[in-house]
């Protein structure tokens, strides 16, 4: 019976480590999303921000290339996991960010067909 209590334990630390950092990451995304600027170099997005969580890359139906770069600003599940709906996307377009947030990204999607590869 001792080991279960050693185990359980060393499990509830390693969840309490774990929710803090995903706490901390969440407060430092926050944080450096205050920062940006519109009309800032993708490189100067990416100084301020760090490495995204998830990237993604398209051409538009206009010839204009978006990065989406999303970084996890709340948490909807306790599953350990990111998900992109967890992610605030922040939007660089032909290089320049343009703007952030799931409403602006809807707008894009909307404005900037994504060509179709067949």
Known sequence: MG????????????LILMVGCYKMAIYEN???????EKGMPREAVMNVM???????VYQSLYGNTLVILY?????????????????T???????KLIGW????????QRREKKVNHQ
């Open 3 to 14: 080991k279960i209590y050693r185990v359980s334990v060393s499990s509830l630390t390693a």
């Open 50 to 56: 760090g490495k995204p969580d998830y990237l993604d």
């Open 101 to 108: 947030g799931d409403d602006f990204y809807q707008w894009v």
């Open 89 to 95: 996307p922040v939007v660089i377009k032909n290089e």
């Open 71 to 87: 970084y996890y600003t709340h948490r909807k599940r306790f599953d350990g996991k990111v998900t992109k709906d967890e992610c």
């Open 30 to 36: 926050q944080k450096n999303l205050m920062k940006l």
